[in-house]
């Protein structure tokens, strides 16, 4: 059981990392399509920052410094220059695959995986429930999500995000500078988002090419299955974590192929959209650019 | 004086002017941006970039092969690249692409093994390429539907349902269906298409086959269907004004429905270029990103057929010119190109023309960016021609 707990934790970490970053983005206006992107993007920087430095914490730097830069781009792209979100999101997740692959080639002349670098741990303590336990990133994302939801609620900038995010023009005419919130909302995904990949790579010790594997798709679906809510997207990533581990532990069995324990977090989003049980309904301003 | 006065013929001229400068200036403008991150990497690589895109174009345009592989992979994004356009022209945004073609060549594959080999090659065709179009209309028709009905975001239940199909169809290939030891299907017993290679020299060894006349007449029928029928009509007025098309009479929610089952289907068909012309069965994985590299295409070619057709060659010399310059640079170098074109485009093009506007001393057309989900039409970003024909 409590082998359980610690491996849904450990699994629920990259999500908890990215839906973070999603809750924020979306919260502020920004569609959050970019979260893979920035994980990929974190986790390569993280990767390359801990094998030329030997030091995991540099590596985390490095990766979270890797997510601002992508995030800026998008930033820049889609509020300064107010391009289309969701093509410049889709773009970003290319750009994030094909930047990370050339300089795989480039740094370490690979195209499949880096060098080990150096993470928390041993491999063989980390994967255990103390290496867990002593891993700061595991602390870190946890904080990271409370963080977040204080942030929302309970400070002026977290209210100008929200503002930024439903009604921009109102927010406007009381002096908000919606530009520069969103900005930093953005920035702050990819601090966010990017930990989620920082923690992939020093985790499994190494950089693989598209290692992230769709997590970041999966934080978007806990992001609008919690309804943008901290708390509830909380909750959706630890089930989602949970559904993955127990498919994991009961592989053996077969009792339900792999491929339909995959599928769990996607379906639940669109059942929420959809509506049947309490429906999930987006901040009003998502996707509409401010001038 | 005879004929027209000069003032009149003054501002057909200066208006002819204003359309030249704002149909070629953006695609320079965002041109020039992937021509300097292109080269940044050449030279980061320690490679000359001219050397570099010489070798590029010698690969794709320069030898039978490069070509016929240029036009068989061209003919894949051309259909998905209709598909996100003629959504696109609804105000929808079809990000589903990838799994719509993985779905419509997984149903070709099972029509061309259930029927007999026996059967006739024009109907054993026929039979699949229907089968392709159904495969991809019924994944286009679920985000179409909630879209219609509960006003579900088309954008993530597609991306979602991307996952969702691909792990299905995963699911079937892998236990059911599968070819020991490999991840497809058995071959096809009828429908296969002719290669091009088989009748002319200017293919040689390609896999570009029959399929390219197919992915040219959808490509004029989506022409037609949009500027010709009363139906293309309905579906551009929703993408330009949903609220103002319902008023007219349009029921808005019938035509998105509509519009993405028949944008799955085009999408749908894609798959008939593997598996009917190329491999002749299905295999995981066999779209490999087409189906996303149709939204570059959509946008490059400004959702209109002939734009799209063009756009199509340009991705496909990209993609297959990669393989050309491995040697020199990574081919990894297009993903990133492909990546950067999206954006330069998505951002110099709206902005190039508010540019244009604001030196007209006209008011910038900034005003009417709408959440997608109130107001689905395409914002403003996008550049669809409004007044075609």
Not at chain 1, 115 to 134: C, Q
Request: proline share 5%; hydrophobic share 55%.
């Amino acid at each position: 059981m409590l082998a359980f707990l610690v491996q849904t934790l450990r699994i629920a970490v990259p999500y908890l990392f990215a839906a973070a970053g999603g809750i924020v983005s979306e919260r502020a206006g920004i569609i959050a399509l970019t979260l893979e992107g920035f994980m990929l993007t974190g986790a390569f920087c993280a990767a390359l920052g801990s094998f030329y430095s030997g030091s995991p914490w540099v590596g985390i730097v490095a990766g979270v410094f890797g997510g601002v830069l992508a995030a800026l781009l998008h930033a820049l792209a889609t509020i300064r220059y107010r391009a289309d979100q969701v093509v410049v999101g889709i773009a970003m997740n290319l750009l994030a695959v094909g930047v990370t692959r050339f300089f795989l080639r480039l740094a370490f002349d690979s195209s499949s995986n880096s060098p080990r670098v150096p993470g928390f741990g041993g491999a063989e303590i980390a994967s255990g429930v103390l290496g867990t336990l002593a891993n700061p990133l595991v602390w870190m994302g946890l904080i990271t999500m409370a963080l977040v939801g204080w942030t929302l609620y309970r400070t002026p900038f977290g209210l100008r995000v929200r503002a930024a995010g439903e009604k921009p023009e109102a927010a406007a005419s009381v002096g908000v500078p919606v530009r520069r919130v969103r900005w930093l909302a953005v920035a702050l995904s990819g601090v966010c988002a990017s930990l989620g990949g920082v923690y992939l790579a020093l985790d499994q010790h190494q950089f693989t090419d598209g290692m992230t594997a769709g997590r970041g798709f999966i934080a978007l679906a806990a992001v609008i299955f919690g309804k943008w809510d901290p708390k509830r997207v909380t909750i959706a990533c630890f089930l989602f974590a949970a559904a993955e581990t127990m498919q994991i532990r009961l592989q053996a069995l077969q009792l339900v192929p792999s491929q339909f324990v995959e599928m769990i977090p996607y379906v639940l989003t669109i059942v929420a959209l959809a509506g049947v049980v309490g429906r999930a309904v987006q901040p009003a301003a998502l996707g509409k650019a401010v001038d | 004086m005879t004929g027209t006065p000069p003032d009149a013929t003054a501002e057909r001229r200066q208006r002819w002017r204003e359309r030249i400068e704002e149909s070629i200036l953006p695609p320079l403008v965002a041109l020039t941006i992937a021509a300097v991150v292109g080269d940044l990497l050449i030279i980061t690589f320690g490679q000359a970039p001219g050397e570099v895109y010489r070798q590029l174009l010698e690969g794709t345009w320069g030898n039978a092969y490069g070509f016929g592989q240029v036009i068989y992979k061209a003919t894949t994004l051309t259909f998905t690249g209709l598909a996100v356009a003629l959504g696109i022209r609804a105000g929808l945004f079809n990000i589903g692409a990838e799994s719509q073609l993985a779905a419509g060549g997984f149903a070709a594959a099972l029509a061309g093994l259930a029927i007999p080999g026996a059967t006739p090659g024009i109907i054993a065709v026929i039979i699949c390429i229907v089968a392709a179009a159904l495969g991809g209309g019924a994944v286009g028709a679920v985000p179409g539907v909630l879209r219609a009905r509960f006003g579900a975001s088309e954008v993530i239940v597609t991306i979602m349902l991307n996952f969702i199909v691909l792990a299905l169809l995963n699911y079937f290939v892998a236990t059911h269906l599968a070819v020991a030891e490999t991840l497809h299907t058995r071959e096809i017993n009828a429908g296969k298409l002719a290669r091009l290679a088989d009748m002319s020299p200017l293919f040689s060894g390609s896999a570009a086959n029959m399929t390219l006349l197919l992915a040219i007449a959808v490509a004029g029928a989506v022409w037609w269907y949009l500027f010709r029928t009363r139906a293309g009509y309905e579906l551009r007025a929703v993408g330009l004004q949903p609220d103002a098309a319902e008023y007219g009479g349009v029921r808005v929610g019938n035509v998105w429905a509509k519009t993405m089952i028949v944008s799955g289907a085009l999408a749908g068909l894609g798959g008939i270029n593997y598996v009917l012309g190329y491999k002749h069965y299905y295999e995981e994985g066999f779209g490999a990103g087409s189906g996303f590299l149709g939204i570059a295409v959509a946008l490059v070619g400004r959702n209109h057929p002939v734009g799209v057709v063009i756009a199509a060659l340009l991705f496909a010399t990209l993609s297959q010119g990669g393989l050309a310059v491995n040697a020199l640079v990574p081919k990894q170098m297009v993903d990133v190109l492909t990546a950067v074109v999206i954006i330069a485009v998505a951002t110099a093009v709206p902005e190039v023309r508010r540019a244009l506007a604001a030196s007209r001393r006209r008011e910038p057309g900034t005003g009417n960016r709408e959440p997608f989900i109130a107001n689905p039409g395409p914002s403003s970003q996008f550049p669809v021609p409004t007044s075609q024909q």
